[in-house]
């Protein structure tokens, strides 16, 4: 194929194909086949594709593994002039489209963490050279779409018309595919970005008229989050218009756009406490308009809430419950005279309703003790409670998904009796109409502990710079996380026996969150996780398989010793999830048709 290009048409297929061989050298030597052809034509047009099939190798067994990253590294990850390093970059984008469009982003993301870890210096400046001509191809698209616009306008006949249409959505594309990786390179290694990040501010004023812009929106908000930070003095007017970019985004945006802002400003703030976001005078409104109504309705001064002003309810209950969890709330408003008023009107709902895991004296102080110390916390904990009680579905769900994002900060709510009751009844609910509900809180669950081993990742890196003892740091800070997470452990392992998928992958989202943290100990979780690896659904099995893997390597013997269990809780799930009431239950697992298809053909079997 090297000596005579002109074959590789014919073979690609074939040798595409076979880079998901079982055979670990028949993966290695495609690769080493793939990479020569990128390397000898590299203007042939399944580079990019070739590009996004070796990268997600980086999931494979050591040995592809390392050869994947070598790879990637000779055909990326070098220096180049500025003209190679337009179509290097070209090429790039083009290999992140079809990730984006196959779902496989997360195995780039995965590369590029395992590259920028080792601190290469030729590897940093290749990569600052990809970063820099990026920024450079997102700025030459959005001149090129402005222009492109006028254009469109001003054209008289129709295929002309048509054409420039179609231009601007490709230029949009791969607009959308450069910010997508320059997103990735800030993840894995924000200092690449710090130069460009007063570059993107000016895109937090675009306008959104379609989801593509919004993606575009949100991946330039993300970026800001993990650059700004790093700057060393950014000007007090950068500070300023971007505050003032953001308050704009949460009043009018979208929920992503919410989401993502909010968190930007925090990451912000927390830095530079320069001035007090602008964003905290709209949460002061939100939850006067929230508590006012709660008043109302408790009092019975109205028959419910009025359907004009439901969309006020679910924004402000969104908005106020991701507000709490990426700022202190209460001392921002510490000094503030208004804020002051309003608690001082309302000091009566601020005496905690329930105590903590028993009702004791004790715990009850300590609640008294936490509602004086954080009383705008507390009164957020008293009115999302509330909506999570009232009759409209759509604002119970919102104030659910709230009180997720309020204990990913405030993680002891969890331990409240009050809200314990609640989780424990949705996640042991198998009505219908509680579905969505019981979904939510599985994923305020897996949120809590995100935020948990997010918080352990940082303290753990912080506190290694200081020399202290990591284990001892380790068990200090999953101390809280493994006492919650216990709590509902088994409520959450009996609620992925369950007909409806959203419900099963919510439940192991959870499972492997908590065993990979290592907050409770596999024994009692291995039947269902044996069951799991039964699943028809492929992403459920392919998760819990490796689980299972590590626990048999730590474990030894472990797994095999609750083999019958497992096969017992197998049969409970698929006596549940069988479509066919006729169709007998067999003790195999349902293979992929494709790989039946191909075993038969050339008895060959395929990995994924």
């Known amino acids: 194929l090297i000596a005579k290009p002109e074959y590789v048409p014919q073979y690609y297929p074939l040798l595409i194909e076979r880079i998901k061989d079982s055979g670990v050298a028949v993966r290695k030597r495609i690769i080493r086949i793939l990479r020569e052809i990128c390397e000898k034509q590299p203007d042939y047009e399944k580079v990019p594709e070739m590009l996004a099939r070796i990268v997600r190798r980086i999931s494979d067994e050591e040995g592809v593994k390392k050869l ?43 590369l590029l963490n395992s590259l920028l870890k080792t601190n290469d210096r030729t590897l940093l400046f290749a990569s600052r050279q990809i970063v820099d001509t990026l920024v450079d191809n997102v700025l030459t698209l959005d001149s090129k779409m402005a222009s492109g616009g006028g254009e469109v306008i001003n054209s008289s006949e129709e295929s002309t018309s048509m054409n420039a249409a179609a231009a601007h959505k490709e230029h949009q594309e791969r607009m959308l595919a450069c910010l997508s990786t320059l997103s990735l390179f800030s993840k894995a290694k924000p200092d690449l970005m710090v130069k460009h990040a007063e570059t993107l501010q000016p895109y937090l004023s675009m306008n959104m008229n379609g989801p593509s812009e919004q993606q575009v929106m949100n991946q330039v908000i993300n970026m800001l989050e993990r650059v700004v930070p790093l700057m060393d003095h950014p000007s007090e007017s950068f500070l300023k218009t971007l505050d003032e970019s953001l308050y704009q985004l949460v009043k009018d945006g979208g929920m992503r756009i919410i989401a993502s802002s909010l968190a930007c400003n925090a990451a912000i703030y927390n830095k530079w406490k320069k001035r007090t976001p602008a964003i905290i005078e709209t949460f002061f409104k939100y939850l006067k308009y929230l508590h006012q109504i709660k008043e109302d309705v408790l009092r019975k001064q109205t028959s419910g809430i009025l ?32 804020a002051k008023k309003f608690l001082d009107a309302n000091a009566s709902i601020l005496s905690p309703s329930s105590p903590l895991t028993e009702v004791n004296e004790e715990h009850d102080e300590e609640e008294k003790q936490s509602a004086k110390s954080s009383p705008f916390v507390e009164m957020i904990f008293q009115v999302l409670t509330t909506f999570c009680k009232y009759r409209d579905g759509d604002i119970r769900l919102k104030a659910l998904n709230a009180i997720g994002n309020f204990t990913a900060t ?27 509900l019981k979904i939510q809180t ?45 709590l509902y452990w088994n409520a959450v392992l009996n609620s992925y026996y369950n007909p409806g998928d959203a419900v ?19 024994g009692s979780s291995i039947p269902t996780l044996i069951a799991m690896s039964t699943d028809r659904n492929t992403l459920i099995r392919n998760k819990v398989e490796n689980i299972l893997r590590d626990i048999d390597s730590k474990y030894a013997g472990m797994v095999p010793s609750k083999a019958v269990a497992g096969i017992r809780c197998s049969f409970r799930l698929h006596m549940i999830i069988k479509k066919d009431p006729e169709c007998v239950l067999r003790g195999i697992r349902v293979c992929d048709q494709a790989v039946i298809a191909a075993g038969s053909i050339d008895n060959l079997k395929l990995v994924n």
């Open 68 to 110: 994947t990253i070598d790879t990637m590294q000779t055909l990326l990850f070098q220096p180049t002039r500025e003209r190679d390093s337009i179509q290097l970059v070209m090429t790039l984008t083009d290999m992140v489209q079809i990730c984006v469009k196959e779902n496989t982003l997360d195995f780039f993301e995965q």
């Open 307 to 338: 359907p004009v002003r439901k969309p006020m309810v679910l924004r402000s209950l969104f908005s106020v419950g991701l507000m709490s969890r990426y700022f202190d709330l209460d001392a921002i408003l510490e000094n503030d005279d208004e």
């Open 410 to 436: 405030n993680s002891e709510y969890l331990t409240r009796t009050e809200l314990r009751n609640m989780y424990m009844t949705l996640l042991g609910t198998e009505d219908k109409e509680y579905l969505g």
């Open 442 to 486: 599985l994923k305020n669950l897996e949120i809590f502990l995100s935020a948990e081993e997010t918080k352990m990742v940082k303290n753990n890196r912080h506190m290694s710079k200081e020399e202290h003892d990591l284990k001892e740091m380790e068990l200090a800070n999953s101390g809280l996380a493994s006492a919650i997470i216990q």
């Open 504 to 522: 099963r992958t919510a439940a192991v989202q959870v499972a492997i969150l908590t065993l990979s943290q290592g907050l409770v100990t596999p």
